[in-house]
């Protein structure tokens, strides 16, 4: 859908701020989370997971387990069958390990018990005879020839040769001469960079209840982004047929992507499908974090050649992104997002996925695209430092603009990194003073948005107020933004309509709640719905009035008669038409199905300022501010609250966090004590700037906000501790130790 | 008071709630399997939680008579085995006397757990990086022992044996820790290193206690370290090196170099040998300005 030709256009509800619906219920405690559904009979699922990085399972013996009072199932891989699409065979493996341990915490048995406590006693009662492997939990030492392999047959064709079977795809992108835009440059950088892999870290852990009848219907409940897409997996793995299966997705304690996927809930419905009782599982933060998924973790080299005024000449980078122990794709997105900031001449990335013996990686806000883009804004502010050019007047020098074409292929339409970075250029943040042991860094960000499959309806109720129903979880505010934009449509206040998000029996398909695509598609879909609905007000109107259909209009809230000619009749509203519907041809009701494209990409630009402590290498972020293109701000509130949030996990990314394997091939650090996320105290206030430059692609110009400002908290930190000391970490996180080591070296 | 909590099959833990330190001593004594000591519970209930153990019996401690209490003794103070990091945190004697002490025990948590844990149980759990163990060390504080055979003194400093073991016999249990008295112009601190504000374990720490002369110039100093070695080490060549200073820069340098040499830590996920070194110095000599500005030394 376009965006509307009154370009002008005076938002009367949108760009508001009313008060979020799911509040109350969040923090009364009413909000119904994963673990908080139950049902009469209901049994209690436990999951036994591999002590070992990567093991043969030679056999499992339940059978002490079976016999202990209270123990009513146990599900191995043996319960499932071998689905031959390979994607649904990889969840599959996944949530349950066939043959072979992949990694440390990978399921191998699940318990159903009368009790969690009798079914966590079960679960020591389990034997299983394992042959431990070697394992290799490194990116670069699972490319290696030799390196121990995860999984056999998983290399795709345009892998080269030279690498282990660990690599399963490579890619490139880019455009131009390199070698001519090298020849060109006053200087060349090459520098290498590692980041780890870091966890979304929701609140909420994993938990669904499942309940499987013997007429073979079933119901899930689950916390989860997308229900239909653990409805369209768990039937395929479940041999059922989509509409027996229905999936309704509970209030969502956080997902940030995690939760795009499906690690649970075929077991749990195995386990009631096997004791015909309804069952519950609920994953423990140690499960959270062994077996479910972080990010990639990283090894790239970036190449960049400049001119000595600042004029970027040629950028090539090589990615490499471990995923864990089953293919994956999120190098794609490193290698087209690395140098979408910029309009280059010659561009080239290298992109490779691998395997290795480390839960499987799921989306986390902006997949692939944090650390690449740390890594070529790294470069970027080492050629500022070595020039002493101005580190926002060299990105709006090679700023990626309309008409630009991008780094990945596509050519820019109406895009705001040159506003964005204007915005921070005029903050009062870029010139404040600094103190000693203090610096300031920036980076830019960037990310697609997505649209995608969905479907909402919106219903008319007789006394004048809407029920909105979509199917996306609302995991940023997004329930708000729709009933926004449904009342602008309508012309009705706010708190006249409520959006509630539907199973999968309620509505149709849509995509998961991801790529930033909820408030874009769905809102889309939502504006629709509206006019959809409009029509028929209008219909219904000049059915009562006796007038032609086509004279009449809507205009604040009313039908009202086109002009003179159309006839005198006082305008009827909303709530009037909707009173009398049922004498004017029944129930009113708006609907719009769309596959979304147009989802215009989203630049950040993000100033922060730090200050290291010079004897143990600690750095406190002193000052952070976002400046983000967000097409339109529907609810500023939340905009703002996604901005903060990303600069949150961004600097936890640069600072702290990390998963932390010992030799063994376990992992290290399964709690959020040594998890480090950062706590409210580590941060400062986050200042948020929104721009407004519409997208093209939407009616009210509205671009997804959640993911890119997750993306320059990275290299913003990097570039602000390399001008705090004057030492250039090239390793993420830049935890104390790290630091303070690179510190003592600089001498 | 006692019960037996018994679940399905394999669950079975008794719980008891004497209210005399003797009954308690004796119910431990007396059982067989695992026993845990309970008071505040903020190790002892998330160990259970994870399944790291699986006591036979747990002893509540928190209705023994007089356990919660703070009492005033000989210019000092009493501290129960029950008493919380927010009642300690109130009293405004002991901080007075002793701040470095409960800043360190204050450090330990969140607000919630401050409402319940206790630094007895925070020196029985064992851990090299206990917050509030070098404070007392360097205060040469007492802990008060009920065993079987009656009650003992022992200094804090000797209750530590390994990561996880103390040297408590079977059927004892600490039922306060005595603050000693201190001349005028003494004061203390305690510093912890951690990659963040709060909510976090010690990386490397510090606590040093000096008494100053009417003229400013340390006439005795004691410096215990945390998480640099299997247990909390008191460095007296550290503290040496303040005695007749007046924490000039190079009385506090080589403080530093005394407790980075004494240091005798572990590579692990929380920190490297060479940071643990090097920061317990850059602790000591913070703590050290800290404690001579407290006790009036500028």
Redesign the interface.
């Known amino acids: 859908m376009a965006l509307d030709s009154q370009a002008k256009k005076v938002f009367k509800q949108v760009g508001t701020r009313p008060r979020r619906p799911d509040g109350v219920d969040k923090v009364t405690g009413r909000a119904m989370y994963g673990a908080d559904a139950t049902a009469p009979g209901m049994l209690f699922a436990r999951v036994l997971r591999s002590p070992h990085a990567h093991a043969v399972i030679k056999s499992i013996d339940a059978s002490a387990a079976l016999a ?3 123990v009513k199932a146990v599900v191995t891989s043996a319960d499932f069958g071998v689905p031959e699409d390979l994607f649904i065979r990889d969840v599959q493996d996944n949530c349950m390990a066939r043959g072979k341990v992949l990694y440390d915490g990978h399921a191998v048995a699940a318990v159903a018990a ?2 969690d ?2 079914a ?2 079960a679960l020591k009662l389990i034997k299983v005879d394992y042959q431990v492997l070697p394992h290799v939990t490194d990116v670069d030492e699972a490319m290696k020839p030799g390196a121990p392999v995860v999984q056999q047959g998983r290399t795709e064709e345009n892998v080269g040769p030279g690498f282990s079977e660990n690599v399963t795809t490579y890619c490139e992108f880019g455009h131009g001469d390199l070698v001519a835009g090298f020849a060109k440059a006053d200087r060349i950088l090459e520098r290498s960079f590692k980041t780890a892999a870091t966890h979304q870290g929701y609140i909420e852990p994993h938990a669904c209840l499942a309940s499987v009848t013997s007429d073979g219907k079933a119901d899930l409940w689950c916390c989860t982004q997308g229900q239909f897409h653990v409805r369209n997996v768990c039937a395929e793995i479940m041999g059922m047929e989509s509409s027996q299966l229905r999936v309704t997705a509970s209030e969502i304690g956080g997902g940030f992507g995690g939760k795009t996927t499906v690690f649970i809930e075929p077991v749990a419905l195995a386990l009631s499908r096997k004791t015909g009782r309804p069952v519950k599982m609920v994953m423990s933060r ?1 499960e959270v974090f062994r077996a479910t998924g972080p990010t990639v973790s990283s090894s790239m080299d970036v190449k960049i050649g400049m001119t000595r005024d600042g004029r970027i000449t040629a950028a090539e980078a090589h990615l490499r992104y471990q995923g864990g122990a089953f293919p994956t794709g999120t190098v794609t997105m490193g290698g087209q997002s690395a140098f979408a900031a910029y309009d280059l001449e010659a561009v080239r990335t290298y992109g490779w996925n691998v395997m290795t013996n480390r839960p499987k990686e799921a989306a986390y806000r902006a997949p692939g695209a944090p650390m690449a883009i740390y890594a070529v804004e790294s470069v970027v502010d080492e050629f500022c430092q070595h020039f002493g050019l101005d580190p926002l007047d060299v990105r709006l020098m090679n700023a990626a603009k309309k008409g630009t074409r991008s780094s990945y292929g596509p050519t820019f339409d109406a895009i705001g990194l040159i506003a964005t970075l204007e915005a921070a250029k005029a903050h009062p943040h870029y010139t404040a003073p600094l103190g000693p042991n203090q610096g300031r860094g920036l980076s830019c960000g960037f990310w697609f948005n997505f649209g995608g499959n969905t479907c909402v309806t919106l219903n008319v109720n007789s006394d004048g107020t809407i029920g909105v129903t979509e199917g996306n979880p609302d995991i940023g505010g997004s329930r708000a933004s729709i009933s926004l934009m449904a009342a602008e449509e309508l012309g009705i206040p706010y708190d006249k309509v409520r959006t509630i998000v539907a199973d999968t029996n309620s509505i149709g398909y849509n995509d998961i709640t991801d790529g930033s695509r909820v408030t874009f598609s769905v809102g889309l879909a939502t504006i629709q719905s509206a006019r959809n609905a409009i029509k028929v007000m209008c219909a219904r109107a000049a059915k009562i009035w006796g007038i032609d259909e086509d004279a009449v209009i809507w205009e604040d809230g009313a039908a009202k008669p086109s002009g003179p000619n159309a006839g005198d009749f006082e305008p009827m509203t909303l709530a009037e038409i909707a009173a009398v519907s049922a004498e004017t041809g029944g129930p009113i009701a708006g609907h719009h199905e769309v596959n979304a494209d147009g989802a215009g990409v989203s630049f950040g630009v993000h100033l922060a300022d730090v200050e290291v402590d010079p ?4 750095t406190k972020v002193l000052r952070y501010t976002v400046f983000q293109d967000a097409g339109r701000a529907v609810h500023p509130d939340y905009v703002e609250g996604q901005m903060q949030g990303g600069a949150a996990q961004g600097i936890g990314w640069a ?2 966090e990390e998963y ?1 394997y010992g030799k063994d091939g376990r992992l ?2 399964a709690g959020f ?2 998890y ?1 996320v ?2 409210a ?2 941060l400062p206030n986050i200042d948020t700037v929104i721009l407004e430059i519409p997208n093209p692609g939407h009616p009210y110009g509205v671009r997804g906000v959640g993911e890119t400002p997750i993306v320059p908290p990275l290299a913003a930190l990097s570039n602000a501790v390399s001008r705090a000391v004057g030492v250039r970490m090239h390793e993420l996180p830049m ?3 790290k630091l ?2 690179a510190m ?1 070296g600089k001498g | 008071m006692s019960l037996k909590i018994t679940g399905i099959g394999l669950v079975n833990m008794q719980y008891a709630r004497p209210e005399t330190a003797a009954e308690a001593s004796k119910l431990l004594a007396e059982a067989r399997g695992a026993t845990r000591v309970l008071a505040g519970g903020t190790d002892v209930l998330v160990q259970l939680k994870a399944g790291m153990v699986e006591p036979d019996l747990i002893v509540d401690i928190k209705k023994i008579d007089g356990i919660r209490s703070i009492t005033q003794e000989d210019g000092g103070y009493r501290v129960g085995a029950a008493v919380s990091g927010a009642e300690l945190g109130e009293h405004a004697g002991v901080v007075a006397l002793w701040p470095g002490v409960v800043e360190g025990f204050e450090l330990i948590g969140s607000t919630q757990v401050q409402g319940r844990a206790t630094m007895a149980g925070n020196l029985c759990n064992g851990s090299p990086a206990a917050d509030s163990v070098p404070g007392m060390v360097a205060a040469q504080a007492i802990a008060r022992i009920q065993g079987p055979a009656g009650t003992r003194d022992c200094p804090v400093a000797d209750i530590p044996v390994s990561p996880g073991k103390i040297s408590l016999a079977k059927g004892e249990i600490i039922t306060s820790i005595f603050l000693p008295a201190r001349p005028n112009h003494a004061s203390d601190a305690y510093l912890r290193f951690i990659p963040r504000t709060e909510m976090d374990i010690a990386v490397a720490s510090a606590a040093v206690s000096l008494v100053l002369d009417g003229a400013g110039v340390c006439t005795s100093a004691r410096v215990a370290l945390g998480a640099v070695a299997p247990t909390v080490v008191l460095v007296r060549g550290a503290a040496d090196c303040l005695v007749g200073t007046k924490l000039e820069d190079s009385a506090l340098a080589a403080l530093s170099d005394a407790c980075s040499a004494a240091c005798n830590p572990i590579d692990d996920k929380r920190g490297t040998v060479e940071f643990r070194t090097q920061v317990a110095g850059v602790l000591a000599k913070r703590a050290a300005r800290i404690a001579y500005d407290r006790a009036g030394g500028r």
């Not at chain 1, 004897?615 to 600690?618: F, K, Q, R």
Request: charged share 25%; aromatic share 0%.
């Open positions: 202990q009072k209270g009368v009790s406590a009798v966590k006693q140690e004897e143990t290498g600690a600072l702290n932390i290290q650090n004590l040594d480090r950062p706590v105290s580590d935890s104390p130790p303070l080591k003592n």
